[in-house]
């Protein structure tokens, strides 16, 4: 999970959002990759773009389906 920084107002628990590193709703390997692209940016102090299905929940949460680093 991260947290964001911004609400995104759209039904979803607190300002978080789910990875899915365990693959239960994402194909292997997708939310590792997400959670290693939000490490990236925080280490390096970037912005990122995460993109949401609210649809999807784990838990209750969101789950972020993408995350793309701004440089």
């Known amino acids: ?21 365990h693959a239960s709703m994402t194909e292997t390997g997708r ?9 990236l940016a925080a280490s390096l102090n970037k ?9 999807k929940k784990l838990n209750g949460y969101c789950l972020a389906t993408r995350i793309d680093i701004i440089f």
């Open 1 to 21: 999970m991260i947290a964001l920084n911004q609400s995104i107002g759209n039904g979803c628990k607190n300002n978080y959002v789910s990875l899915d590193c």
């Open 31 to 39: 939310g590792k990759n997400n959670f290693a692209s939000a490490l």
């Open 47 to 55: 912005q990122v773009t995460v993109f949401v299905d609210n649809n």
